[in-house]
Structure formats: structure tokens, C-alpha cells
């Protein structure tokens, strides 16, 4: 299978607003691949449909060959997503959720609580191991949903805005950890709006605008000699925007 992620056709309509319009995606098997575009775009949108969060009006997915939606426990079993406004147990520690969400996907208990405790120590999560997670900051709660991200050891992982509010020293971190993670055969969808960021990570970038795909295919060939925020720019139809000010906030 040359493909970690094959979307076909996904659309979406809430009420009278099409959110997704068809959108087709290849994502290669090994790639870091970026998603990007502005906010209303569909990104979201599109990757909670292609991991199985949210039913399309029509269009498939698969992942690895797997059908999301007509072989679901085979699909998901391959993926790891830390998906937009991620929800958790509140009451729990952070130790208490991955061992939950461990227990859920039948793996062993001396196999959860050992990933467990590497996953936080490495995420700097440990500090807070007694700390319930209705008392995590936003960055805390973007790297412990990270960690549930990664506990089963996926061979995909799908991140919708996977350094919000997380700090530098943090950020390096887990650059360093997808990193490790795509040498190790393994593939990333990344979702973001800092292009800085993508075009640091990623080696191919999809440009998502008005529920469509206007581009994609290897960073370099996308942005073609212009950094990608330049080349986004032109792509969603904006070739020279216009510096605007307000006029009662100058002196």
C-alpha cells in the first residue's frame, strides 16, 4: 500500500453551507505531510471525516487500504488522532486517562503503564502526575492528548493544531518525537495555520481553501521558489494584500 491516507469525494454540508466540497487527498506512506489553510477552510472538517469522527454526506477514506467507515476497528486501529477541542475525562489524572484509553484498545497493563510513564516524562507531564486534567492549561491538555495520540503506537497520526498554546521547550520536543517518528516508517497528516511550522516539518503540503484542494503534492513544487506563505497567498486568491490600518489607532 503506496498511501497511509486516501480520501475520495469527501463532502459535507451543514445546513445550507457546504463545508467540504469534494475533496480528494493522497497522503504517501512516510510522509509528514502538511494541511493548510484559513480558518472556515475545511480542514477540520475533512480530517474528522477521513478518521472516522464525523460521517461525510458522501465521498470514502481509507487508511492504509482500510475502509474508515465500512471496517472501522481496522481503520482506527492503524491511526492516532489528536483532533481540534480534543475532549477528556476531566476527572481523571493524566496518568489515569492514557491507562483508560489503554485499557479501551485491549492492550496489556504492564504494556499501558509502561508507555504510560515514558509518555509523560517525556512530555514533562509527569511533574503534574496527581493533577486532575479539569486542571491542565491549554498547553498541558494539547500534549496529553498527544500522548493518547501515540500510546497504541499507530502507524498514521493525524494532528489538528498539535503545538496551540504548547511552549518552546515543549514544541522542540515534540518536533523531535514526529520526527523520530516518520524516520521509524511511521506517516503524519498535520494540520496548522503556521506556515513557518509546516514548511519546517513537512515534506508535502495540501492547500485547502472554500471546502476544496487547490494544490498539493511535494513543499517544494507547491510553493515554487516562494516561501509558502507567499505561494498560499497567491493560491487562495489573494496575490497582494493590502496593508490596512485603523485610523483611530494612529497617532
Known amino acids: 500500500m503506496r498511501t497511509a491516507l486516501e ?9 445550507e453551507k457546504v463545508a467540504v ?3 480528494d487527498l493522497s497522503v504517501p506512506r512516510g510522509s509528514f505531510y502538511g494541511l493548510v489553510g484559513q480558518n472556515g477552510a475545511g480542514k477540520t472538517t475533512t480530517l474528522s471525516m477521513a478518521v472516522g469522527l464525523l460521517r461525510p454526506d458522501s465521498g470514502t477514506a481509507s487508511i492504509f487500504g482500510e475502509d474508515v467507515w465500512s471496517a472501522p476497528e481496522r481503520a482506527k486501529a492503524l491511526v492516532g488522532v489528536l483532533p481540534d477541542g480534543l475532549a477528556m475525562p476531566e476527572r481523571l489524572t493524566g496518568r489515569e486517562v492514557l491507562t483508560y484509553i489503554g485499557l479501551l484498545r485491549g492492550m496489556g497493563k504492564d504494556v ?3 508507555r504510560a510513564g515514558e509518555l509523560l516524562a517525556v512530555l514533562e507531564l509527569d511533574a503534574a502526575e496527581k493533577a486532575l486534567v479539569i486542571e491542565y492549561s491549554t498547553g498541558m491538555r494539547k500534549k ?5 495520540a501515540l500510546l497504541h503506537a499507530p502507524r498514521l497520526l493525524v494532528l489538528d493544531e498539535p503545538f496551540e498554546a504548547v511552549d518552546p521547550v515543549s514544541a522542540a520536543t515534540i518536533k523531535t518525537m514526529l520526527r523520530g517518528f516518520v524516520a521509524g516508517g511511521g506517516s503524519i497528516v498535520l494540520s496548522s495555520h503556521v506556515m513557518a511550522l509546516v514548511e519546517q516539518l513537512c515534506d ?3 492547500v485547502v481553501n472554500a ?5 498539493a503534492g511535494p513543499l517544494d513544487e507547491v510553493r515554487g521558489g516562494r516561501t509558502l506563505e507567499d505561494a498560499f497567498v497567491g493560491l487562495v486568491g489573494r496575490e ?11 497617532s
Open 211 to 215: 471546502g476544496t484542494v487547490v494544490a
Open 21 to 23: 466540497d469534494g475533496i
Open 240 to 250: 497582494s494584500v493590502q496593508s490596512k490600518e485603523l485610523s483611530w489607532l494612529s
Open 204 to 206: 508535502h503540503v495540501a
Open 7 to 15: 480520501i475520495r469525494g469527501l463532502s459535507k454540508r451543514f445546513g
Open 112 to 114: 499501558v503503564a509502561q
Open 144 to 148: 496529553i492528548g498527544l500522548a493518547t
